[in-house]
T-cell receptor, first 114, second 118 residues
Framework: GAGVSQTPSNKVTEKGKYVELRCDPI?????LYWYRQSLGQGPEFLIY????????DSGLPNDRFFAVRPEGSVSTLKIQRTERGDSAVYLC????????????FGNGTRLTVT | AQSVTQLGSHVSVSEGALVLLRCNYS??????LFWYVQYPNQGLQLLLK??????LVKGINGFEAEFKKSETSFHLTKPSAHMSDAAEYFC????????????????FGKGITLSVRP
């Protein structure tokens, strides 16, 4: 079956602009995670959804970052007033329950802020 | 709080040689431990996981890892490296749901790049 899909695969934007990154999880997976991977680093947790609600948003770096999952499936990560330091690969993962079930990762969106 | 330390950023081995990638963890609650692999231009794939059952865990592609609580380690090994094993490897930790009720949020190490020489 289809895996986790992330679009776009690459996004280049200017400093100060607004961007949206999309994640389509595996059908039937209730849990959805966003991670950010900077160059030379491991993925860092941003936010976790269980269904439609954000169960844990402790990894969001500041209030410029926001994510939604209105129907409990597709999720959008939104970044306002982008900064050069936001440049990274943004990874999405989904799992069947979010509790002791493996995470399935998408290929990521590479965001470059110029 | 949980953290993972992967010492060194790059390991190079000859084809057919033993692969050993080190991972040490810190956790205030019983952990689950994972190894993920990332091939160029691909997403993270689960290699294997420890979830409080057997301490020696076998994964895909001939890899295995042993959980040693006394050493807080979860090192990844493979007896004989193949060229196709060249990739980046990440160790990760999450809370043991069965004992903590916490969700599967993963904390990753910085990763180790494995190169395999012909």
């Amino acid at each position: 079956g289809a895996g986790v899909s992330q679009t776009p695969s690459n996004k280049v934007t200017e400093k100060g602009k607004y961007v949206e990154l999309r994640c389509d999880p595996i059908s039937g997976h209730t849990a959805l995670y966003w991670y950010r991977q900077s160059l030379g680093q491991g993925p860092e947790f941003l936010i976790y959804f269980q269904g439609t609600g954000a169960a844990d948003d402790s990894g969001l770096p500041n209030d410029r970052f926001f994510a939604v999952r209105p129907e409990g499936s597709v999720s959008t990560l939104k970044i306002q007033r982008t900064e050069r330091g936001d440049s990274a690969v943004y990874l999405c993962a989904s799992s069947y329950t979010g509790y002791n079930s493996p995470l399935h990762f998408g290929n990521g969106t590479r965001l470059t802020v110029t | 709080a949980q953290s993972v330390t992967q010492l060194g950023s790059h390991v190079s081995v000859s084809e057919g040689a033993l692969v050993l990638l080190r991972c040490n963890y810190s956790s205030s609650v019983p952990p689950y431990l994972f190894w993920y692999v990332q091939y160029p231009n691909q997403g993270l794939q689960l290699l294997l996981k420890y979830t409080s059952a057997a301490t020696l865990v076998k994964g895909i592609n001939g890899f295995e890892a042993e959980f040693k609580k006394s050493e807080t380690s979860f090192h990844l090994t493979k007896p004989s490296a193949h060229m196709s094993d060249a990739a980046e490897y990440f160790c990760a930790v999450s809370p043991d749901f069965q004992q903590t009720g916490a969700n599967s949020k993963l904390t990753f190490g910085k990763g180790i790049t494995l190169s395999v020489r012909p």
